[in-house]
């Protein structure tokens, strides 16, 4: 077990018991370290406190007194650096440089000056007014007699310390390449950066593996996170501008089993807020929803795997919704952007704040339109049916594949079928495909696979991807989205009314007209040209044609005769 300061002092005969009584009777109401008090009451020296402390660490002392460090050695480290740590490399052994500190915590920063210095690095103990004096001899006073200054303040432009330059070129990289998240990934060898456009992941840089405890610990401090912490998942923001723009990133630690993993999410509230017309819908999908989100009551649901654009629809209809004889409330998990006028809550889980205890608040408040982030589990869903009930427009989100699986969702969840029936007026889901680059993409002659799969006739041409700067060589540009919509009536809410099989729910709403499948959607945009059908097959279930079904047959009265 190690020993304390105060028992090394004593167990030297460097103190007394009365003067370490009286020094730990002072600690009690000033956030002081031990050994300073004691050197403040003339009780032992700075010297003697710093071998001890050397002894309790572990560490090898180091005598600065009077005493200026090799200038092959103190050249190696910035001025700002080695002034805002208070650090200073003293000596050279095997290949592994020594410096020195006056704090044993200051152990932490290790792996910093391993990644400045690009080598093995390790510590020894000095008294603090000696080190004090070693780097005003071999630096100079810190900024220049202005007192301590930072390593940002000492530094030229453009020379902070690397950590700093490689999440700030990071980040600048992220927005000029348009990527909606950063991943950072340890490996046993290196640290990977990936960035994900367009919905896609792509390798942007690898770095050594000692790279990635410095740059996760800047990350974490700036994200509000524990640095100590690396055994559970934590959540974070920061605030950083790139680009000229000020982003609002989402960060994510995850521990594995080669270190943590970061992802981090760029959020620019201004860019990603969209019009109605913006989202990409057609005329007719377009000419519904405006009719059904105008409706004075009932709940509405987007639906949709994760990142596939549904907080952003929702946002646009807040938007067009919002006026100044409206109130809108929302409640979601996170707030991702802020509209102005509209009154968002976050919720706080541990605390007891969650969807639900905030939407029963919400009523209270004699709202309009309330956006209920995400219905996660019954209760959230009936307290949301039951708002919309009590004439509040009440919109949300729920996770399935198509629109008409958001109706099976909520019965799942053991929402009463009537419920349902009485409260929903439609369903849109949506996902993101790529759009084709403008600048490239160039019309040729569609493949027979192309032409089966959208009824073309021989000789049809469709605009295809070939890739150029502008779109980094991929061949699209940004993504747009497509959708099918699911729109209530009456013998839609008959069958919900009679729950004999919640199956059927979808064959029926296909019979009578009332859901227009994702699938017409792509095909209108494919042959607009505006996407691709790689990605129509990335996004739909689509049965391809057998040699047989591709034969078109004789018109009638036209067959083929011997």
Not at 111 to 134: G, M, Y
Not at 163 to 181: K, P
Not at 283 to 292: I, S
Request: aromatic share 4%; glycine share 8%; with cysteine.
């Amino acid at each position: 077990m190690r020993k304390r300061l105060g028992e090394i002092l004593l167990a030297q005969g460097a103190i007394s018991e009365e003067q370490l009584r009286a020094a730990l009777a002072r600690q009690q109401n000033r956030s002081v370290p031990l050994g300073r008090l004691l050197v403040e009451a003339g009780a032992v020296d700075e010297e003697t406190v710093a071998r001890a402390l050397a002894r309790q660490a572990r560490l090898p002392f180091v005598d600065l007194a009077g005493r200026r460090p090799p200038e092959r050695l103190t050249g190696l480290l910035d001025p700002g650096v080695a002034w805002e740590h208070e650090v200073l490399p003293v000596a050279e052994k095997d290949d592994v440089l020594i410096v020195a500190v006056a704090d044993p915590a200051k152990a932490v920063i290790l792996d910093t000056l391993r990644f400045l210095l690009d080598r093995e690095v390790t510590l020894a103990l000095a008294a603090e007014t000696p080190l004090r004096q070693a780097l005003e001899r071999s630096y100079g006073p810190p900024g220049g007699g202005r007192g301590r200054a930072t390593a940002a303040e000492t530094a030229p432009a453009g020379d902070e310390a690397p950590v700093v330059r490689l999440v700030h070129r990071m980040f600048e990289e992220a927005v000029a390449a348009r990527a909606s998240d950063i991943h950072i990934e340890p490996f046993a060898d290196k640290v990977r950066i990936r960035y994900r456009v367009d919905g896609r992941l792509r390798v942007a840089d690898e770095h050594p593996r000692d790279l990635h405890a410095p740059l996760l610990s800047h990350l974490k401090v700036s994200a509000g996170l524990d640095i100590a912490e690396k055994r559970k998942p934590q959540d974070g923001r920061i605030e950083h501008e790139a680009g000229g723009r000020v982003l609002d990133v989402r960060t994510s630690t995850l521990p594995t089993n080669h270190g943590e993993t970061c992802v981090m999410r760029l959020l620019d509230r201004e860019a990603n807020l969209l019009s109605l017309e913006e989202l990409g819908m057609g005329e007719q999908a377009l000419a519904w929803f405006r009719r059904v989100i105008e409706r004075p009551n009932g709940i509405f649901l987007v639906t949709g795997p994760t990142g596939s654009g549904k907080t952003t629809t929702l946002y646009a209809a807040l938007q067009t919704l919002n006026r100044p004889d409206r109130k809108i409330l929302t409640v979601e998990d996170p707030v991702e952007y802020r509209l102005r006028g509209i009154n968002q809550v976050q919720v706080h889980p541990q605390i007891g704040l969650d969807f639900a205890r905030v939407l029963r608040a919400f009523l209270r408040q004699a709202p309009n339109i309330v956006l209920v982030g995400e219905i996660r589990d019954r209760e959230t869903a009936e307290v949301a049916i039951q708002a919309s009930l009590t004439g509040h427009l009440v919109f949300s989100t729920v996770h399935t594949n198509d629109a008409p699986s958001a109706v099976t969702r909520l019965l799942d969840m053991g929402v009463p079928p009537f419920l349902i029936a009485t409260s929903l007026q439609g369903v849109l889901a949506q996902r993101l495909v790529r759009r084709l680059c403008p600048d490239c993409a160039a019309e040729e002659e569609a493949t027979p696979l192309e032409r089966a799969l959208l009824g073309l006739p021989a000789g049809a041409r469709l605009r295809h991807p070939r890739g150029c700067r502008a779109c980094q060589r991929t061949g699209y540009r940004g993504r747009v989205g497509v959708f099918e919509w699911l729109e209530m009536n009456e013998e839609l809410r008959e069958q919900l009314f009679a729950a004999d099989d919640p199956n059927a729910f979808r064959s029926r709403a296909a019979a009578c007209g009332a859901w227009t499948a994702l699938a017409e959607d792509v095909r209108a945009k494919v042959l607009a040209g505006t996407t691709t059908v790689q990605e129509m097959l990335r996004v739909t279930r689509v049965e391809i044609p057998t040699e047989e079904e591709e034969r078109v047959p004789p018109a009638a009265g036209m067959e083929d005769k011997a």
